[in-house]
């Protein structure tokens, strides 16, 4: 038996951010919450998580700057979770490094998908990594 993934949840609005947690820690993950930028920072200094969940409006920062500042270190599977929902904002998230873009207001049960799917191919390509000469 493997242990359940571990999700961290960047989100200022307390209520969606539990929300989410909620329905993640339903479906099998374990689940912890950030939410500022330098929290996130401070969380993903000690242990990173095998997948970030992030909002683009932080209080003390821009979610895509600190995707960017992600990126720098590690390759972990970012999904965007927020209430932008302009074509250029999906765009530049994904070009500065997201894996997908859900925007508010979301189905909960297709953000589970959408992080199993993002989880299986994440470790996926991981195994196929070991494999390949």
Do not use: W
Not at 13 to 41: D, H, M, P
Request: contains cysteine; glycine residues 6%.
């Amino acid at each position: 038996m493997t242990a359940p993934h571990s999700v961290l949840v960047i989100e200022d609005e307390t209520s969606i951010a539990s929300f989410v947690a909620a329905y993640l820690r339903n479906a099998g993950y374990v689940v912890t919450t950030a939410a500022s930028a330098q929290a996130a920072l401070v969380q993903l200094a000690g242990e990173m998580p095998a997948l970030v969940i992030l909002d683009l409006n932080l209080p003390d920062g821009d979610g895509v700057e600190l995707c960017r500042r992600i990126r720098k270190t590690s390759d972990v599977p970012i999904l965007m979770l927020t209430a932008r929902d302009e074509d250029i904002d999906k765009i530049i998230g994904l070009e500065v490094g997201a894996d997908d873009y859900l925007t508010k207001p979301f189905n909960p049960r297709e953000l589970v998908a959408r992080v199993k799917s993002i989880l299986r191919r994440a470790t996926s390509s991981r195994g196929l990594n070991g494999l390949v000469r």
